[in-house]
Structure formats: structure tokens, C-alpha cells
């Protein structure tokens, strides 16, 4: 198994249920009560939600733009620049809809011509703070890409679910369920 064959799927289908817990938030409060959840915080110095979702974006298309070696696109840029600014102009559930489906589709695209990446290249990660961590292309995957992105899907399902939104454990691992031994679901 290759590192895009582990990071890539794992984006999709965590996006999937991101996407679906926003139009589950949408269906339990029409109207446009929906939006209101993206200023919502869990604690006052974390970022709300509607930047958890535009990082889970980004966190998604930089893992895959660099482990192929590649500069990010413009896009990522600009994506990166709308969460930081977010608690300014948060947008609407249909921008940040929009923001999935725009990070599934590149993602759908680095994966068609995606070649199997060394495990051990080397990977130089540089933060805006001037902090560098030279990783190979493994520990980069594994103790960066896909904790720091889980990282923002987690914390925009509890802030969804501290806001009320009716979403539960079921809804967090939807993808499971194709894998459901017919005849094993408690209570049915």
C-alpha cells in the first residue's frame, strides 16, 4: 500500500461526512439558522468553524501537492487565507459546501496521475513561524498530514456538536458502513 493510497481515500471520505454533518446542520435549522454556527468556537481562542472546515481543506490538498513534490495552486492559497480571515467573513454553509467539493475534485485530479511516493524522501516542512521539521515522506504523511487534518475535522464535528446539531458517532463513520455484516446492526 502506497501513502496516496492511504492519505487520499481517507480525504474523500472524511470530506464526504463533513459535507453531510453541514447538510444535516442545514436541515435541522432552516431558514439560514444553519449559518450562524459558522462563527461558533469551542473555547474563545480557537479558531470557528467555519476556518476548521477551510483548513481541513487545506490540510488535504497540501498533503497530497506535497508529497508529489509540487507547489500548491493558487487555490490553496487563497483557501488558506479565507480560514485565517473567517471570524471576519466566515461566508455561508453553501461557501464552505463549495470548498469541499472544490478540494474533492483536486484531490479526484492528483489522484489520477498520482505515482507511488518513496516513504523515505525527504520532507521539509516550514511553518509561518520560521520553524522547520525535516521529515521523510512517511513520518510527513503519518505524524503530520493526517493528524493535523483530522485535527480540524474533529474539532468542526464537536463544535457542530456543541452547537446542537443533532450528529452522532454513526454520522462520523458513515463510511463504515458499506463493510456492515448484513444482519449484525443492533436494534434492527
Not at 44 to 58: E, Y
Amino acid at each position: 500500500m502506497t501513502l496516496p493510497d492511504i492519505l487520499i481515500p481517507t480525504y474523500r471520505q472524511m470530506l464526504g461526512a463533513l459535507s453531510a454533518w453541514l447538510d444535516k446542520a442545514e436541515a435541522q435549522r432552516p431558514g439560514g439558522g444553519a449559518e450562524n454556527l459558522l462563527l461558533s468556537r469551542l473555547v474563545p481562542d480557537m479558531f470557528p468553524l467555519s476556518t476548521q472546515i477551510r483548513f481541513a481543506c487545506v490540510q488535504a490538498q497540501e498533503g497530497v501537492f506535497r508529497l508529489r513534490g509540487e507547489a500548491f495552486p493558487e487555490a490553496v492559497g487563497v483557501l488558506l487565507n479565507e480560514g485565517r480571515n473567517a471570524a471576519e467573513a466566515p461566508g455561508s454553509i453553501a461557501d464552505a459546501q463549495a470548498r469541499i467539493a472544490e478540494t474533492l475534485a483536486a484531490l479526484e485530479a492528483a489522484s489520477s496521475d498520482m505515482q507511488a511516493v518513496d516513504p523515505a524522501a525527504p520532507i521539509a516542512h516550514a511553518l509561518p513561524q520560521g520553524m522547520v521539521f525535516d521529515l521523510t515522506a512517511e513520518q510527513y504523511a503519518r505524524d503530520w498530514a493526517l493528524p493535523q487534518f483530522y485535527f480540524h475535522v474533529v474539532t468542526a464535528y464537536a463544535i457542530l456538536r456543541a452547537q446542537g446539531v443533532e450528529i452522532g458517532k454513526a454520522d462520523y463513520v458513515a463510511h463504515m458502513f458499506p463493510y456492515l455484516r448484513p444482519g449484525t446492526l443492533p436494534g434492527r
